[in-house]
């Protein structure tokens, strides 16, 4: 009978005498999560392809974000597509009432499993039949930390680039259990010289990769050691090869975001990262149009697509109503759009009693588009729509659009007075380029103070009270008029 050890270590041989040897380095950029954390991170993946010809160059990202592939590729950047969602939103479901785990953690382990593994196919078919060579790097957002322990399979440099702040703090329990719990560890990691791996970064960013789902994934699949830093035979830190500080870029202004001297010393604030104006188009009749189009690369005209007669015409006409944009992007997809229906009297009702009037981006959250169509047939008779048109639908006596696809927000934002929106990095960039002022009503809690108008209460706190959205938005639109006048 056969030794399973014996035969593993004759086919890992195997595997390293097939490797070939290569000149040309690889860069592989990984970003998980919404449009709006991936699409900068493919922005600077696609202009790495362009510039640097001698490396091959690979993005890794979920199939939802397909689209992308076009345009990589003319950067000679190959799209990994990853089966995953972008977002899992929390679903109760009552079904499972009597199991002994609720259905949505039972969902997400299976998930999250599934997508650890092709990661780890997606790596393994781009590094693991060549030696690594001088010049290899992975470089991930803060959604893909399966790329920070993949690189440490593989030996290669690990690089971090984000368009916003670290969106999550340790737990302020987390240095005393870590103390506890890794007394040399932390010790190690107190005392590591400059330009190594040490305790700034851990409470910076990667004490989550001291989770234990992460050390088992570590240990039982990559046969590293659970505990990052260790080595996996003692669990003793590893005194004699430290790791280097990994570098830590940022896509945001400091005039938004300030640099405090206690971040590590290898984080990077490199200003805001605008993504090229044709990947903002859904439409492909606009993109063409636009590509013809000098005015748009100016950024003073969109497109006249004919899909788009009624999006053209609205945002042409009735300019003496001042236009205000809301844009919830993800905030649907992450089930804190619970009342789509309130969402929207609450809408009609500001409509009713202001002078302005509303764009607003559905991001093709079903629920939304659903009781945009249910309103739709409510006011008129004749509407017999059963699907959300691409030149979306008109409301309250036309002062509402609602359209489901997207268009740049550098065209759009110069037209409107101001932006409501959820405080992603590209939406608050655009409206401080295009000079507007803006309301965010939830994300990144570092920069929404820093706006000039800012609703003290997330999304879902204000549907549970439509007077107090009417009441901020009513506020609002009155200091805008004031300040037109």
């Known amino acids: 009978m056969s030794n399973p050890s014996s035969e593993s270590e004759k086919e890992e041989e195997e595997k390293k005498r097939r490797r070939r040897r290569r000149t040309n380095p690889i860069a592989l950029f990984m970003a998980f999560g919404t449009k709006g954390d991936v699409f900068p991170i493919a922005a600077i993946a696609a202009a790495f392809g362009g510039e640097m010809k001698d490396y091959r160059v690979f993005f890794v990202t979920h199939s939802a974000h397909q689209s992308l592939s076009a345009h ?9 597509p990853i089966s995953s969602p972008p977002v899992l939103a929390v679903q109760e479901d009552s079904s499972h009432a009597g199991s002994s785990e609720p259905s949505f953690s039972l969902q997400k382990r299976n998930v999250t499993n599934a997508h650890r593994q092709e990661c780890l196919s997606a790596v393994e078919s781009i590094f693991g039949l060549e030696e690594v060579i001088a010049g290899d790097f992975i470089l991930i957002n803060f959604f893909a930390l399966e790329g920070w322990n993949l690189a440490e399979l593989f030996q290669i440099r690990c690089v971090v680039a984000a368009p916003y702040v670290v969106p999550y703090s340790a737990p302020s329990s987390f240095e005393r259990h870590f103390r506890k719990e890794f007394p040399l560890l932390y010790d190690y990691l107190q005392e590591a010289p400059s330009g190594k791996v040490c305790w700034k970064d851990v409470m910076h960013w990667m004490w989550p990769l001291f989770a234990e789902s992460w050390g088992y994934w570590r240990s039982d699949v990559l046969h590293l050691s659970s505990i990052p830093f260790t080595d996996p035979v003692t669990s003793l830190p590893k005194w004699h090869d430290r790791d280097p500080s990994p570098l830590l870029l940022y896509g945001f202004s400091e005039d938004i975001v300030e640099h405090p001297d206690y971040w590590p010393s290898n984080v990077h604030v490199c200003g805001f990262w605008f993504f090229p104006i044709e990947w903002q188009f859904s439409c492909q009749q606009c993109l063409q149009v636009a590509a013809l189009d000098s005015e748009v690369h100016s950024k003073t005209e969109y497109p006249k697509c004919s899909v788009h007669v009624q999006l053209h015409s609205f945002l042409k006409t009735d300019t003496s109503m001042p236009l205000v944009f809301i844009g919830l992007s993800s905030i649907g997809s992450m089930g804190f759009m619970r009342n789509p229906q309130a969402f929207l009297a609450v809408l009609q009702i500001v409509a009713r009693i202001t002078n302005y009037r509303f764009i607003l981006f559905t991001a093709g959250h079903e629920p939304l588009q659903t009781a945009v169509l249910a309103a739709a047939a409510d006011e008129s008779s004749s509407f017999s729509q059963r699907q959300f048109g ?8 036309g002062q509402l659009f609602c359209f489901a696809g997207s268009i740049p927000y550098l065209c759009l934002f110069p037209k409107c007075a101001v932006a409501v929106h959820h405080g992603g990095s590209g939406s608050t960039a655009a409206a401080l380029k295009a000079g507007i002022p803006q309301k965010v009503l939830m994300a990144c809690a570092l920069w929404r103070p820093r ?14 009270s439509k007077h107090v959205l009417q009441k901020y938005l009513h506020k609002l639109l009155n200091r805008m008029e004031s300040r037109r006048l």
């Not at 990589?72 to 990994?80: D, E, F, I, N, R």
């Not at 691409?390 to 006596?397: A, H, M, P, R, V």
């Not at 706006?451 to 549970?464: A, G, K």
């Open 451 to 464: 706006m000039r108008f800012q609703v003290p209460y997330t999304l879902h706190s204000l549907l549970q």
């Open 390 to 397: 691409e030149d979306g639908i008109i409301l309250f006596n």
């Open 72 to 80: 990589l590729a003319k950067s000679g950047v190959t799209h990994v």
